[in-house]
């Protein structure tokens, strides 16, 4: 194993080299604030960039190399820094006049580019580094993860994600599982609110069981309100309302993002409640750019069959169920019938017909039937 390891040193550069895409993203749109102008939507030009190449290059079913956890982890904890310094960047144009936002000279234009690019990194590539670090079993990186969550709006996404997503995947019980039919529009709210309504109810239920009142300062959802109140309340500080106004809009439209992974991951999908999660019960994106970018997350059901596995370690499973180049998915979704049309449907009837199992092709046929979709399944 020694030989195997110092026999693939070049390649275990490359491969950890490519997280590496996560930082550059982020001090993209940090040298945009910098030189200020129109160059604030840097941070936002990351997306089209990275969108064409990501629908132009193969498919990267590869495993990574081994050892190359030390390199890899360091590229995302540097995510958490460098989102403090976007923020932080972003205030000093403003108050520079690099950045206009603010009385006579304010511009639409700037507030447009400060809004895209700020909503853009706070949700690629912060879920992905958050949601790898909210799996580690330490309190340091769920200490991280929770402080990138809080650009997003959720920081207590851990808790919903871990004990209400992961137990109840593909089922009714899953807020973060899109029915056949629902539109990205209507899930991003639903999602949201079920991710709220969860955290809330766990931490209830948890609070009783020590004999203390929901409303308790031990409730995790004070720490949510205190650190997304944090970050608006240093901007409005460092840079007046306007600011903190922009700061609200893209954390709104972060956690809009935010819910997309969710919905292009899981769509349509079924399980029955209390059957094992197996390899055809989430959906896989093995784009050659999606995959570093989104810190494996797109290397899905792996991460579902054991969500302490690092995600340098994920193993690609190209047999299972796959979906085309995420952004290409994102960029359907925004008009469902396109999406329904050319990329839900014909996937989701290959996987009723080839993946689900007896009970979930009954479960298939019900959902068809409410979404008003062609009943391509025949059962007795």
């Known amino acids: 194993m020694a030989g195997l390891r110092t026999g693939r040193i070049g390649e275990n550069k490359v491969d950890a080299l490519r997280y590496y895409l996560v930082p550059v993203m982020t ?7 910098v030189l200020g102008g129109p160059f604030v939507w840097l941070g936002f030009g990351t997306f089209p960039v990275l969108m064409m190449l990501d629908i132009a290059l193969p498919n990267d079913s590869k495993m990574r190399a081994l050892g190359i956890s030390s390199v890899a982890d360091l590229a995302i904890y540097l995510q958490l820094p460098l989102m403090i310094a976007l923020y932080l960047v972003f205030a000093h144009s403003v108050n520079s006049g690099t950045n206009p936002i603010l009385g006579d000279a304010a ?8 809004i895209a ?15 790898e670090l909210m799996h580690r079993r330490h309190w ?5 993860a929770k402080g990138l969550s809080a650009f997003y709006g959720d920081p207590n996404r851990d808790i919903a994600h871990i004990v209400t997503h992961h137990v109840h995947l593909d089922t009714a019980k899953d807020s973060d599982t899109p029915l056949r039919g629902q539109t990205i529009y209507s899930f991003v709210f639903s999602a949201t609110w079920g991710s709220y309504k969860d955290t809330w109810d766990k931490q209830a239920e948890i ?5 203390h009142s929901k409303w308790s300062w031990r409730n995790a959802m004070w720490l949510q309100l205190v650190l997304v109140g944090a970050i608006i309340g240093v901007m409005v500080v460092l ?3 306007i600011a903190g106004l922009v700061t609200v809009t893209a954390m709104f439209f972060a956690k809009m993002l935010v819910e997309g992974f969710n919905y292009f991951q899981h769509y349509g999908l079924l399980r029955i409640e209390g059957e094992p999660i197996a390899k055809h019960h989430a959906w896989n994106h093995l784009g050659m750019i999606v995959r570093p970018i989104g810190v494996e997350i797109t290397n899905h059901i792996n991460h579902h069959l054991d969500g302490h596995t690092p995600f340098y370690e994920l193993r690609p499973e190209p047999e299972a169920p796959q979906m085309p180049s995420l952004f290409l998915c994102f960029l359907c ?5 396109v999406w329904n049309r050319f990329i839900a449907q014909p996937r989701l009837k290959d996987w009723d017909q080839r993946f689900a199992s007896p009970g979930e092709r009954k479960l298939a046929q019900a959902a068809n039937a409410r979404a008003g979709w062609p009943q391509w399944l025949a059962i007795d």
Request: proline share 12%; net charge positive; hydrophobic share 50%.
């Open 27 to 33: 001090m993209t749109g940090i040298a945009g604030f």
């Open 107 to 114: 511009s639409g234009w700037q507030i447009a580019g400060s």
């Open 117 to 131: 690019s700020l909503a853009w990194l706070s949700a690629v590539p912060t879920l992905p580094v958050a949601h």
């Open 140 to 144: 340091f990186p769920r200490a991280v």
């Open 207 to 211: 609070l009783s069981r020590l004999g």
């Open 239 to 241: 840079a007046g309302p």
């Open 333 to 337: 979704g925004l008009v469902p019938p």
